[in-house]
């Protein structure tokens, strides 16, 4: 049977309370009838943590945590490591683990998540120090209009942006409502995620187009650099 959500959001509380990460905001939306949870929470960063995330073009990341379940098993429980964009509160999602329902009894289940939640909770900061120097080769990766353009179409045949948010991401590239630095594949995701977060209320379905994103993203940068190479 599925995990009751407050059992899943005790886990997550209880496991974040003994690596001592402060929650400073909570966000949950709960929905479908009670089925379904999602939630973030904002966490205090250490201040070297901090220093080194306020470098970022847009003001830095605030670190989140993630979470969704569902007892109609629409979807597994997961956990993502997420940011915030601090000067237009742009969602970021980064990665996600999940654990399978398997067996009906319940204390398993909640072995596994607590198992998982340690793991994650253990490596968060590691994991968001690299997240912050990923954002970095971002933001420093130069992107002409031509290429913007085709990240763009290539988003939408994907399933990224819907059709009908394809040209206000493009708005967003020429004229960039907030100052996320020079044009860069940094620049662009934020086009991408002010879009997503203003036009699409599901938050599972947000999170989801926003890790199809971050692999459109790697697979350019992956295909440009083997390019450069040769």
């Known amino acids: 049977c599925p995990l009751p959500h407050y059992q899943f959001t005790r ?28 939630g ?10 901090k220093g080194k995330s306020d470098t970022i073009a847009g003001g830095g990341l605030t670190p989140m945590l993630g979470f969704k379940n569902s007892l109609d098993q629409v979807f597994r429980g997961r956990i993502a490591l997420a940011g915030q964009v601090f ?16 067996r009906k009894n319940t204390t398993r289940i909640l072995a596994s998540l607590s198992e998982l939640m340690q793991v994650m909770v253990r490596d968060y900061w590691a ?7 990923q954002t970095q080769v971002l933001s420093e990766d130069r992107l002409h209009d031509r290429e913007a353009h ?9 399933g990224i942006t819907a059709h009908a948010h394809a040209g206000r991401v493009l708005d967003a590239w020429h004229d960039e409502p907030f100052d996320w630095g020079p ?10 995620t002010y879009v997503l977060d203003r036009e699409v209320s599901n938050p599972y379905v947000r999170s989801q187009r926003n890790l199809g994103l ?11 650099s083997h390019a450069a190479t040769n």
């Open 214 to 224: 971050n692999a459109l993203i790697n697979d350019h940068r992956t295909v440009t």
């Open 87 to 102: 000067n237009c509160s742009n969602g970021c999602w980064f990665m996600e683990s999940g654990f399978e329902v398997k």
């Open 11 to 38: 886990v997550i509380d209880e496991s974040l309370a003994d690596h001592g990460l402060e929650v400073v905001d909570r966000d949950i939306e709960i929905s479908h009838g009670g089925n379904r949870i999602f």
């Open 127 to 133: 994991k968001f120090i690299q997240v912050i120097d």
């Open 150 to 158: 085709h990240l763009i179409c290539q988003a939408t045949r994907k």
């Open 40 to 49: 973030t929470y904002r966490l205090q960063a250490p201040p070297e943590i």
């Open 183 to 192: 044009k860069s594949l940094w620049r662009l995701h934020n086009d991408f």
